[in-house]
């Protein structure tokens, strides 16, 4: 066996040098949380080559005293930490002292700074580790840092680079979440001396969202804010019809620091749940605020990882935070729909996506004012004042009066305008299906007072096209009732959901846990039990000698397992995940059950249809995420036909 020794101090830097600076990115990432915590207000990062032969980070910020110039570069140099407990409050974002002296190692370093009242500046060159010089030098008040030929004096590790585009990007995204993440800041970003990046730091987060991820990303938001348990939400996700493919537009921040995080992202798509088409991602800004002393953020040397000491706390902020937006039209820009908001005020469940210890109220709740848990303004005062709403009317204005006129022949023009006259579906030649008696359904409620609307008529037996005031509503049927008989179902099993059934089985089912899933299987066990289940732990996981009525084993098994599987990574709850697979089934029964594109429909059928979504709060989206309706405003019209 050979013999253990120390580490020369060169080789050590090395090694450190490729935990915190695995690329250009990674440099600039470094440099840019010194130069926030030095209380920067304007920052400049310009490049070239993908910042492999050339980068440079310069501040207005506080600058580096002369004689802390040779300090800073050596390992575990830091202004932040004295004492163990320090550990346990981090706010500052360059805290883990070895950035400098990792890069120095790598690279060609210069450092320029002064500090305001200094007659002079300082500058520092360093070679690949050395210190070459100390000097005075004129310069601005901040500091400036050029770091050139990185990873010259190490091939092996230079040959992985990717191409300078590719390590250009990767520089642009870390400015981009920096960026957002200080509104207050004004970043610019230079690639080959072309202007990629220029935020106003205005404060407006909006602003910030803006001039960093485009027009097109900014203009498809809406915002969010709120409060749980302590935890504050704010910022911005996407319109539930502007989704993608990928999570690439998911950009979470806790305590002002870019995190990726599991429980943030689970809580955030399963809000969307029923919003948004499968395979589909929502995009957002959201900054998640916390006590510091329940967040970890030293898990990851690159610190893009954190462990909170309440995982389950955190996804119930942010599931309520995303669905109380997403029930809510004010927010969402949907004028004919009326808000409905998640509150911890009971435990149980309206719907069956959200949270324990939340439920759906009828009517909007007083708003919690925010609890600040550190001397830190909040991100919430940085978003731009919401503009004032038009008061809602439901005065009705008296319908036209139609006047009969002798049959005559008609072109298409005349045909289409005796349809909008009479204000109902029509049927194609071609169509031979039998028509649909009238849907003996109606919610046996107190009628809401509807908007003065008027059913135009009905395209390929699929689309209803109706007036509402200035806009015209174009309704995809099948999807609408689908949605109708969903929420009715839903309903439903809510009424009856504090008298779950259990189907006891004949012979127990054995169920295989990981230690950490079976962990969680005993820690909520009293929360899963109330679901139907009747189970006993087992050293390999779990005996299950009952499942909830109305699942087949097979799908109580994938439930209990999924179950466990989130609870053991923080990425749901008890309620969350039984009320997605029940709610499951529900998307099916409803869907068969819903009127179909193509089939004839009576008048009445279409008319109860209508009044139903117009006066339903729920009814936007069908259950798989599809929207229901789309508008076409008479301005649309007007420009279109370039009569403005």
Known sequence: MAKIEVLDFHVANLIAAGEVVERPASCVKELLENALDAEATEITVEIKRGGVSFLRVSDNGCGIAREDLPVAIKRHATSKIRV????????????????????????????????????????????????????????????????ENLFANQPARRKFLKRDASEALAVSSIVEKLAISRPDIAFKLIVDGTVKIATPGDKRLISAVYAALGKEFAERLVKVRNITDGIEVVGYISRPESVRSNRGGQNFFINGRYVRSKTATAALEQAFDSYCEIGKFPFCVLFISVHPTFVDVNVHPTKLEVKFSNERAVFDAVYCAVRNTLSDSRE???????????????????????????????????????????????????LPPEPPKAPITSERKEEPKVIEKAPEKKDFFSTLSDITADA????????????????????????????????????????????????????????????????KMKKNREKSRESLATQMLLVPLTLSLTPEERAALIEFEEDILKTGFVFEASAEGALVSGIPAGLSESEALDMLTKLCEQLAEGTGNVAVTTGVVYEKALYQASCKAAMKAGLIDTPENIKWLVETVLENPDIRYCPHGRPIAFELSRRDMEKFFKRT
């Open 84 to 147: 163990a407990a320090d550990l346990d409050g981090i706010m500052t974002l360059g805290f883990r002292g070895e950035a400098l002296a990792a890069i120095a190692s790598v690279s060609l370093l210069r450092i320029m700074t002064k500090r305001e009242g200094d007659r002079y500046g300082s500058l520092l060159v360093s070679e690949y580790g050395k210190l070459s010089e100390v000097a005075e030098v004129g310069c601005k008040n901040g500091t400036t840092v050029i770091v």
């Open 332 to 382: 969402t820009g949907e004028p004919i729909l009326e808000p409905r908001r998640v509150t911890p005020s009971e435990r149980g469940l309206y719907n069956a996506f959200v949270p324990i210890e939340d439920r759906l109220a009828d009517t909007p709740t007083k708003e919690i004012p925010p609890q600040k848990v550190f001397d830190e303004p909040s991100i919430a005062d940085l």
């Open 424 to 487: 109902v579906s029509f049927d194609l030649p071609q169509k031979k299906e039998e028509v649909k008696e009238p849907i003996q359904e109606e919610i046996k409620e107190e009628k809401k007072e509807l908007p003065l609307y008027r059913i135009i008529g009905e395209a390929f037996h699929a689309y209803i096209m109706v007036e509402v005031g200035d806009t015209t509503l174009i309704l995809d049927k099948h999807a609408a009732h689908e949605r109708i008989l969903f929420e």
